[in-house]
T-cell receptor, first 113, second 114 residues
Framework: DQQVKQNSPSLSVQEGRISILNCDYTNSMFDYFLWYKKYPAEGPTFLISISSIKDKNEDGRFTVFLNKSAKHLSLHIVPSQPGDSAVYFCAARSGGGADGLTFGKGTHLIIQP | DAGVIQSPRHEVTEMGQEVTLRCKPISGHNSLFWYRQTMMRGLELLIYFNNNVPIDDSGMPEDRFSAKMPNASFSTLKIQPSEPRDSAVYFC????????????FGSGTRLTVV
């Protein structure tokens, strides 16, 4: 039973346009959500996060939106750049940070010139 | 800071052999996590430690897998005996409990069991 789902294995976006990556979760106990970015042969790196008490968090070109009623979050990248091509993982946790993160399977974002 | 350091980067071993993966977390971090990444299952949490104590090992797939954290600066994940289905990338990550910045991951160990 997958508690964090990323239903799009891949996404192709033209450079300069908006990239929108989606994530759904099923566990109502999750109170903190994160996005990680992963390049080949490297470990995932933290990108941006959002607490369940908020519905939006912005950091430069990256914005995460949380819709708790729908158990859905999304990552917006504007404008998309070639260096954004990577696999993006959605993750969630409960328990105030002492517990492990539950990850989605990832979405491979490809930015086309 | 050098980040989370994992060794070896690559490991190829024969079925039935013992494999030991190593991890050095970031100094000052008090939580350590072992993850496994496969195409089929994505990133799975195997086990995590808080203050060197194993908290949840429910993700460890079988008794062939074991993990230790003898001190705050070192952890091992052992597979004995190894099987071809254990082939995956194994990641170690560390964090300081209560921070909002997520984990810091190592570069992973790519394990191939033939």
């Amino acid at each position: 039973d997958q508690q964090v789902k990323q239903n799009s294995p891949s996404l192709s976006v033209q450079e300069g346009r908006i990239s929108i990556l989606n994530c759904d979760y099923t566990n109502s106990m999750f109170d903190y959500f994160l996005w990680y970015k992963k390049y080949p042969a490297e470990g995932p790196t933290f990108l941006i996060s959002i607490s369940s008490i908020k519905d939006k968090n912005e950091d430069g070109r990256f914005t995460v939106f949380l819709n708790k009623s729908a158990k859905h979050l999304s990552l917006h990248i504007v404008p998309s750049q070639p260096g954004d091509s990577a696999v993006y993982f959605c993750a969630a946790r409960s328990g105030g940070g002492a517990d492990g993160l539950t990850f989605g399977k990832g979405t491979h974002l490809i930015i086309q010139p | 800071d050098a980040g989370v350091i994992q060794s070896p980067r690559h490991e190829v071993t024969e079925m039935g052999q013992e494999v030991t993966l190593r991890c050095k977390p970031i100094s000052g971090h008090n939580s350590l996590f072992w993850y496994r990444q496969t195409m089929m299952r994505g990133l799975e949490l195997l086990i995590y430690f808080n203050n060197n104590v194993p908290i949840d090992d429910s993700g460890m797939p079988e008794d062939r897998f074991s993990a230790k954290m003898p001190n705050a600066s070192f952890s091992t994940l052992k597979i004995q005996p190894s099987e071809p289905r254990d082939s995956a990338v194994y990641f170690c990550a560390s964090s300081f409990t209560g921070t909002d910045g997520g984990y810091t991951f190592g570069s992973g160990t790519r394990l191939t069991v033939v």
